[in-house]
């Protein structure tokens, strides 16, 4: 599995935001595709999921009503929709994947594989 993630920058607060994420190699329906974030000096966070197959989608509790995530099987693209940015969304945004993740979807070290990480920055 191989993942490139694209489509970060400099926004201010209140603008919106997509993430995409190039996802090759997804063989199996079992895969489950999320989105974490790292801002400087802080944990990976969990921003939400989506199943490979189905309408399965979670999120973590800040993202909810603000952040959406989706995909595109035919083009093989995972995206994040962001809206309502806040400069406390400024982190380092990774796409990662695996195939034995549910139902822990919040635990990072059940994906095996990440991208090289996009950074958001939203500035006040």
């Known amino acids: 599995v191989h993942l490139v993630e694209s489509g970060g920058g400099l926004v201010q607060a209140g603008d919106s935001l997509r993430l995409s994420c190039a996802a090759a190699?997804?063989?199996?329906?079992?895969?489950?595709v999320s989105w974490f974030r790292q801002a400087q000096g802080k944990d990976r966070e969990f921003v939400a999921a989506?199943?490979?197959?189905?309408?399965?989608?979670h999120y973590g509790e800040f993202a909810k009503g603000r952040f959406t995530i989706s995909r595109d099987n035919a083009k093989n693209m995972v995206y994040l929709q962001m809206d309502s940015l806040k400069p406390e969304d400024t982190a380092a945004y990774y796409c990662a994947a695996g195939s034995n993740v549910a139902p822990y979807y919040k635990d990072y070290r059940r994906y095996t594989s990440w991208g090289q990480g996009t950074q958001v920055t939203v500035s006040s």
């Open positions: 989506i199943r490979w197959t189905g309408d399965t989608t």
């Open positions: 190699g997804l063989s199996s329906s079992s895969y489950v």
